[in-house]
């Protein structure tokens, strides 16, 4: 332990908080934050720095408002949390309000980021209900406003560190998605990056991709950057319709639609 104290700038510890049933149905999630606050503060109180909290920000409250668990985690539990522990480095994971954006601009540099999907940069709750119940766009947490996803194309395509890439990528099977109780998750794997490079081509703000997808999250970690490389080519192709598999189907985001970025493994 001793070794452990006159190196705390080398300890790295990572830990995840979900509340429950807030992430794809779980029933393991940390029924308290502040519950688990006093399990864990002596350690946090003196190794706040240390530690690398990642949230999927939603309470689970049933009388909240399922558009609105987002801004009210970010009142009742994140903020009371950053201003217990400033140097604690919290990302929140794939955001979805402006509510969550300006929290992220206001904290101190460096300490709270955000990962953000391509479906949150792309789709409204609208997407939710055109031509009947898509549940192929059902995700948590569900899609917003249209407000909502400017104010989050606004904040990527901006240049700023505070914000990088995080699929959130879920292969359900179509079986579990097309059923009564479908399942959330939206599948982005294949296309992930060639939304991303549409969305900042729109934004007039290519230049500033690369950030985003490949720079940012490891700076925050303090992480070395990646020296592979992937090209995307301005080539169009065309979205799988399904993408089949031993146990059944799986439904890609966009499926059978055309794109006009291509990605390339070197």
Known sequence: MDHVLNNIDQLKIYFALYDICALLGTKDGCLSINLMLVKLNAALLTFSSAFKNYVHGEVTDPSVDVFNREKVFINTVLQPLIQRLPKLKVVME????MDAVRFVESCEGGFVAATVTPQHLLLNRNALFQGGLQPHNYCLPVLKREIHRQA??????????????????APHERRRKECPC?????????????LYAKVFEEAGALDKLE???????PDFHGLPRNTSKIKLSKTSWKVPESFSFSFGDIIPMFAGETLEWQASFS
Do not use: E, Q
């Open 211 to 217: 950030a985003f997808t490949s720079l940012n999250g």
């Open 182 to 194: 479908g399942c959330a998750g939206i599948y982005n794997a294949p296309v992930a990056l060639a």
């Open 152 to 169: 989050i194309v606004s904040a990527v395509t901006s240049g700023s560190k505070r914000f990088f890439l995080g699929t959130d990528s």
């Open 94 to 97: 794939h955001i979805t309000t």
